[in-house]
Structure formats: structure tokens, C-alpha cells
Nanobody, 120 residues
Framework: QVQLVESGGGLVQPGGSLRLSCAAS????????MGWYRQAPGKPRELVAT???????NYARFVEGRFTISRDNAKNTVSLQMNSLKYEDTAVYYC??????????????WGQGTQVTVSS
């Protein structure tokens, strides 16, 4: 069972950038889809971006070209580069392994989350 540890969250001003990283305890090369999700207070968890083993990506509409997901199978890491951050991007961001390109599955794995706060 793969364990995921997120890092890179923090406090950033609107318009700023953050890079989130997710380190897996085992190999991710055989995991079809890796992804990032987020959950804001009082709201359900939502997909941010996913990437498959073939490099195909899927982004939520609200990303609007501001975020880039990448994976390094050799290092067992998945990253999310977030630029032009907005107040509404404030949420806990979770790494996901084993979901589909379009959303989570019941058999997938989650990290503990990392807080991203966009505030002036």
C-alpha cells in the first residue's frame, strides 16, 4: 500500500506561486493516475489536476492555465506548480494515487494534505 506525503503548502499573497510536492513510499510507475485534489472549508473535496503514466493530464476548469501537474516516476514524486494564485485557491490540497484521470476511486490512496492559504 503506497503512502503519500505532501509538502510545499503555506501562506502566499494573491498573484503569488507555490509548488506542492507529493512523495510516495513506493514506486508510482505502475499507478495509472496520480492527482491533486483540494478541499476548502465547508466544501466538498474537488479535483484539481491528474496525470497518467502516459503523461496525459486533466485539469479542473478553475485552474485556467495557472497550474501545472507533473510526475517523476524515477523519484516517485508528483508535483503541482501553482501560479497566479487567487483567494479562492485557499484549501487543503491532497495528493491522490490510484484514482482515475477523471476522479477518485474507492480503492485509491490519499495523503494527509497540505494547507495552502492565499491572503494579503
Amino acid at each position: 500500500q503506497v503512502q503519500l506525503v505532501e509538502s510545499g503548502g503555506g501562506l502566499v499573497q494573491p498573484g503569488g506561486s507555490l509548488r506542492l510536492s507529493c512523495a510516495a513510499s513506493g514506486s508510482i510507475s505502475s499507478i495509472y493516475a496520480m492527482g491533486w485534489y483540494r478541499q476548502a472549508p465547508g466544501k466538498p473535496r474537488e479535483l484539481v489536476a491528474t496525470i497518467t503514466t502516459y503523461g496525459s493530464t486533466n485539469y479542473a476548469r478553475f485552474v485556467e492555465g495557472r497550474f501545472t501537474i507533473s510526475r517523476d516516476n524515477a523519484k516517485n514524486t508528483v508535483s503541482l506548480q501553482m501560479n497566479s494564485l487567487k483567494y479562492e485557491d485557499t484549501a487543503v490540497y491532497y495528493c491522490n494515487a490510484g484514482g482515475s484521470r477523471w476522479g477518485p476511486k474507492s480503492s485509491d490512496h490519499w495523503g494527509q494534505g497540505t494547507q495552502v492559504t492565499v491572503s494579503s
